[in-house]
């Protein structure tokens, strides 16, 4: 009799159905929204380009009108386009127009973190090599890909294993158990989302508050810096309101995306059911829309 009591009050094991599927279903959203952006553009890896154009997509975008005309009025003309010049050591008067954003968006870049640090199985093994991959010819000069394009394939590969390992972060949360142990991933993950989203939101209300100079100055220092010549078009009064304006507005999206990935996050974390893990998606994919849309 003590025995079927035991065993009646032990709990049942927890499914980790849920997070697994979740977690699917975020690495195929991510690669099906961005990976055609990735294989798109063309000689994308550039530090510190790239990673800033995983955080603000949208700033090398220059060669036509955004949809969004209530967030952006007006995008700079290519010529005249500092972050590009500034970001990527491009050739204000030859390069390539960029009409798409390498992105993953900002929870699941998070999520990626999480995967990287604490995933588990086979997905985060996956992401972790094409991590690997992507990352070290960079660091140590040079390439060993054998392709025509060595730069955009690693773009490619980049964000593919960021989305896989995003899948494997999410996959990470599953649904606590009786005890409440094994929740240190998600503290420190709820943690980052609100740290991050805070300095995103902070750093759109300081380029609100200062002048178009202060918003383009370091733009305008590090294109000056590797210029011999001097370039007195780019201190145009006009050039440098339109420049400031499209940081803004790049900034103010990102922020905005940030703070609505933070809630969506903080609820799955606090819920973990079907109902917050579907918002936690539809915020994902509303941020990735969004890019398009601001583009």
Do not use: C, K
């Not at 025509?148 to 949360?173: F, S, V």
């Not at 202060?214 to 006009?238: F, G, M, N, T, W």
Request: proline share 7%.
């Amino acid at each position: 009799m003590s025995a079927e009591a035991g065993s009646a009050a032990s709990p049942e094991p927890v499914r980790p159905g849920l997070s697994v599927v979740l977690g699917a279903l975020l690495a195929m959203l991510v690669l099906a929204l961005q990976f055609p952006a990735a294989v798109g553009v063309q000689q994308a890896w550039a530090w510190p380009g790239l990673p800033a154009e995983l955080v603000f997509p949208g700033l090398f975008h220059e060669d036509d009108a955004p949809q969004l005309a209530w967030l952006a009025d007006e995008r700079p003309p290519a010529q005249v386009h500092l972050p590009l010049a500034a970001l990527r050591d491009t050739d204000l008067d030859d390069h390539e127009s960029r009409t798409d954003s390498v992105t993953v968006g900002f929870l699941p870049l998070l999520l990626a973190g999480l995967g990287l640090l604490a995933g588990r199985g086979g997905w985060t093994v996956l992401g972790r090599m094409l991590l690997v991959v992507t990352l070290l010819p960079p660091i140590f000069g040079g390439t060993w890909l054998p392709v025509d394009d060595p730069d955009a394939l690693r773009t490619q590969l980049l964000i593919a294993g960021l989305a896989i390992l995003a899948g494997a972060g999410l996959a990470r949360l599953r649904p606590r158990d009786a005890e409440g142990s094994g929740e240190r991933p998600a503290l420190l993950l709820g943690t980052a989302v609100v740290l991050a989203a805070g300095a995103l939101m902070l750093l759109a209300l300081s380029a609100g508050a200062a002048s178009d100079q202060a918003v383009a100055a370091p733009l305008l220092d590090r294109v000056d810096a590797s210029r011999p010549d001097d370039v007195p078009l780019l201190h145009d009064p006009y050039i440098v309101a339109a420049n400031a304006a499209w940081l803004r507005a790049v900034l103010d999206r990102a922020a905005l995306a940030a703070f609505v990935g933070m809630s969506a996050l903080l609820l799955h974390l606090r819920s973990r059911s079907w109902l917050t893990g579907t918002l936690l998606l539809l915020a994902v994919a509303a941020d990735l829309a969004s890019v398009r849309l601001l583009l």
